[in-house]
């Protein structure tokens, strides 16, 4: 795994974790995500994004402290040009300090205090893409509070000497129904958002 800057010429693109696989190539297709958060909780924001079950962000996702949500957090990834299922996750939380307890083998009372994270909310939504090499499509995650939240998808075209936004393309049912049956990991943490997929669909 590498990490490398993609600039692309965008005012704001992100540095992310890719595999050769997915790496700068004209048979790849180029996504910008974009995350904005209306509210936001606690101290620690984690994000992942996965493309048909692999890891954009990396295994572990994305950690950051929960004020550095404001503005929207900008990323551009490339990703195979292939029907995709794409999963987009964010929740809030915080660290706190419980007291445990426990009987030892002698019979006395052993009590300590532990750190653990915390979940306060978050949600998760996902789209579908059939995206086509060398293409750019842009992906508007908006976290409206209250584990809501959506997602949209848009390709930009020229038209006329001009540039219009249309609906990203999509896979087809039988392509869809293909990709939901591969497994997603360990699945989502948090529920499915109230609009699981783009509008549109």
Not at 109 to 129: N, P
Request: charged share 20%.
């Amino acid at each position: 795994m590498k990490t490398r800057c993609a600039l692309l010429g965008l005012a704001l693109a992100g540095c992310v974790p890719f595999d050769e696989a997915r790496g700068p190539s004209p048979a790849n297709a180029i996504l910008t995500l974009r995350r904005t958060y209306e509210r936001t909780a606690g101290t620690t924001l984690s994000e992942s994004c996965t493309v048909n079950g692999n890891d954009m962000f990396g295994p572990f996702g994305k950690f950051s402290p929960s004020e550095s949500a404001k503005p929207a957090l900008v990323d551009t990834l490339w990703i195979r040009a292939a029907p995709s299922r794409i999963v987009i996750q964010a929740g809030f939380g915080h660290d706190e300090e419980q007291t445990r307890s426990a009987i030892g083998t002698n019979g006395s009372l052993h009590t300590w205090t532990q750190e653990v994270s915390v979940d306060d909310e978050g949600c998760w939504t996902r789209i579908w893409l059939s995206p086509r090499a060398g293409h750019r499509y842009f992906v508007d995650f908006t976290y409206r509070g209250n584990n809501a939240c959506s997602a949209t998808c848009v390709e930009p075209v020229g038209v006329d000497g001009g540039t219009i936004s249309r609906p990203c393309p999509q896979p087809t049912s039988e392509e869809e129904d293909h990709l939901e049956v591969q497994k997603e990991g360990s699945g989502p943490r948090w529920g499915p958002a109230q609009s699981r997929d783009a509008p549109g669909r």
